[in-house]
C-alpha cells in the first residue's frame, strides 16, 4: 500500500538554526499538509499546499515557516530560525482529489531544538 | 477553540470485551468525521470514517456511530485486542475550502489488557 514518508525521523538543531523538514506523498495525492503535535498535545494543523500554492495556513505558520514542492515528488517544510517552542513531531499528511476522503500521514520527524 | 472533543485521555478494557470510545463536537457544519489510531513513534493511521447523511458504519471490528443532535460520535472495537492499545483520535475536516484541513480531539489512549 502507497504510503507518505518523512525524512528525517529524528533532526536536533541549534536555536536559530534553519532546519527543513522532507516529505514525499502518495504519488496521485495532490493536497498536501503539515501537522505537529508538541509533547502530550493534540495533533495542530499548520499549513495546506494545493496546485503548487498554499491553500491554507494556521496562525502558527508565521514567517518564518515556508513549504515548498520543488519537484513532482518531494513537498518540504522549512523553519527560518528556530525557537524552542519549535520542538515538536511534525506529521506531512497527503490527500487524493476525492471530497470526504481521509489524510494519510506520515510517521513523524521529531524535531528538537536546544 | 475545541470543535473536536474527547473527553476520556484514556480507557482500559479487557481482551475480548468490546472498547468505546466517545468524541463530541461543537460545529454542526461538520459533515464528515475520521477516526485515527496512533502508536508511539508512528504517525496516526486512517481507520474508519463516517458521513453525517449516516448514523453507522461498520469495517470489521470496528463500528463508528454518529448521533447528530447530540453532535457526539463513538468509535466502537468489539472484540478488542492487545495489538488495538494505541491512542485513538477524532477528527474532523474544517475551515471550509477544498483542503480542508482536519481538527483533531486530544486523543484516548486505549489499553487493552490480555
Known amino acids: 500500500e502507497p504510503e507518505v514518508t518523512q525524512t528525517p525521523s529524528h533532526q536536533v538543531t541549534q536555536m536559530g538554526q534553519e532546519v527543513i523538514l522532507r516529505c514525499v506523498p502518495i504519488?496521485?495525492?495532490?493536497?498536501f499538509y503539515w501537522y505537529r503535535q508538541i509533547l502530550g498535545q493534540k495533533v495542530e494543523f499548520l499549513v495546506s499546499?494545493?496546485?503548487?500554492?498554499?491553500?491554507?495556513k494556521s496562525e502558527i505558520f508565521d514567517d518564518q515557516f515556508s513549504v515548498e514542492r520543488p519537484d513532482g515528488s518531494n513537498f518540504t517544510l522549512k523553519i527560518r530560525s528556530t525557537k524552542l517552542e519549535d520542538s515538536a513531531m511534525y506529521f506531512c499528511a497527503s490527500k487524493d482529489r476525492t471530497s470526504n476522503q481521509p489524510q494519510h500521514f506520515g510517521d513523524g520527524t521529531r524535531l528538537s531544538i536546544l | 477553540d475545541q470543535q473536536v472533543k474527547q473527553n476520556s485521555p484514556s480507557l482500559s478494557v479487557q481482551e475480548g470485551r468490546i472498547s468505546i470510545l466517545n468524541c463530541d463536537y461543537t460545529n454542526s457544519m461538520f459533515d464528515y468525521f475520521l477516526w485515527y489510531k496512533k502508536y508511539p513513534a508512528e504517525g496516526p493511521t486512517f481507520l474508519i470514517s463516517i458521513s453525517s447523511i449516516k448514523d453507522k458504519n461498520e469495517d470489521g471490528r470496528f463500528t463508528v456511530f454518529l448521533n447528530k443532535s447530540a453532535k457526539h460520535l463513538s468509535l466502537h472495537i468489539v472484540p478488542s485486542q492487545p495489538g488495538d492499545s494505541a491512542v485513538y483520535f477524532c477528527?474532523?475536516?474544517?475551515?471550509?475550502?477544498?483542503?480542508?484541513?482536519?481538527?483533531f480531539g486530544t486523543g484516548t489512549l486505549l489499553a487493552v489488557q490480555p
Open positions: 499546499f494545493y496546485n503548487n500554492e498554499i491553500s491554507e
Open positions: 504519488s496521485n495525492h495532490l493536497y
Open positions: 477528527a474532523a475536516p474544517g475551515g471550509g475550502g477544498a483542503t480542508n484541513k482536519l481538527i
